[in-house]
């Protein structure tokens, strides 16, 4: 006999974030910027978002832009390696298992929010905000559908160093994000200089803890600290879930 207290209980809770009635799960996007923090997506928030996904019943699909990276980072030695070049795409792939598609194809009509993980591919390979800071310019495609999804007021996320896209493309919207917090002499918050490059451009910052997700409902926008916190990887992880629970029901 079919469950029906069963298959309830599943569903309690559970927001369909494009409005519609059916039960259908949401298929929600993950935008990626490589593999490996220096260079690429960082790879403990990008696996944190898509196990809190699926787990919070999402289908997931991941895009990444078809380019070369910026450079290519040695991780031992944190410096970059000579005469190596790498496609985000394919170093995207990595962490998606081979399931990526090219950000091109990626619409407000195909998925129902998006989400940005961080690393610093996020700010050399999806913008230059590595090298120009507040000057920075955003990877036209990335941009677009960061303009398409607001637009279509379906929810977009962000982590770690990501959320400066947001600050860029949405400043002018009064786009509401967290950077986490400003350097308070622990050394805890090495990134601290980006959350005034944030207000340079427009937007709203506010000062969240690592376990704490800033939630903008006007724009439809979640973001946590993740990684611009020097903590350790269940603080991380736990800090990206949060973000992916917020944003599933925003």
Not at 11 to 38: D, E, M
Not at 176 to 190: E, Y
Request: aromatic share 6%; glycine share 10%.
């Amino acid at each position: 006999m079919f469950n029906l207290t069963k298959t309830a209980a599943r569903n309690i809770g559970f927001r369909w974030l494009s409005g519609s009635a059916s039960l259908q799960a949401p298929t929600v996007a993950v935008v990626l910027s490589g593999s490996g923090v220096y260079d690429g997506s960082e790879i403990h928030e990008a696996s944190a978002a898509l196990v809190s996904l699926t787990r919070g019943g999402a289908d997931v699909v991941c895009y990444a832009p078809d380019s070369a990276q910026m450079h290519v980072i040695d991780h031992t030695k944190g410096a970059p390696a000579e005469r190596e070049t790498r496609n985000v795409l394919a170093e995207s792939a990595r962490i998606a298992r081979g399931n990526i598609k090219p950000i091109t194809e990626l619409t407000s009509g195909v998925a129902d929010a998006v989400f940005f993980p961080g690393g610093f591919g996020a700010a050399k390979n999806l913008s230059d905000f590595a090298v120009k800071g507040a000057d920075m310019t955003v990877n036209s495609e990335v941009e677009r559908v960061i303009k398409d999804f607001h637009g279509a007021k379906k929810p977009l996320g962000f982590c770690c160093i990501a959320p400066m896209l947001a600050a860029k493309v949405l400043g002018g919207s009064g786009v509401t994000v967290t950077l986490g917090k400003a350097d308070d002499g622990s050394g805890k918050w090495p990134y601290a200089g980006s959350i005034e490059a944030a207000k340079a451009l427009g937007a709203n910052t506010v000062e969240k803890a690592v376990d704490e997700v800033a939630v903008d409902e006007a724009n439809k926008v979640v973001t946590s600290p993740a990684f611009m916190y020097d903590g350790k990887f269940h603080e991380i992880h736990d800090s990206v879930a949060k973000a992916i629970s917020a944003l599933l029901v925003a």
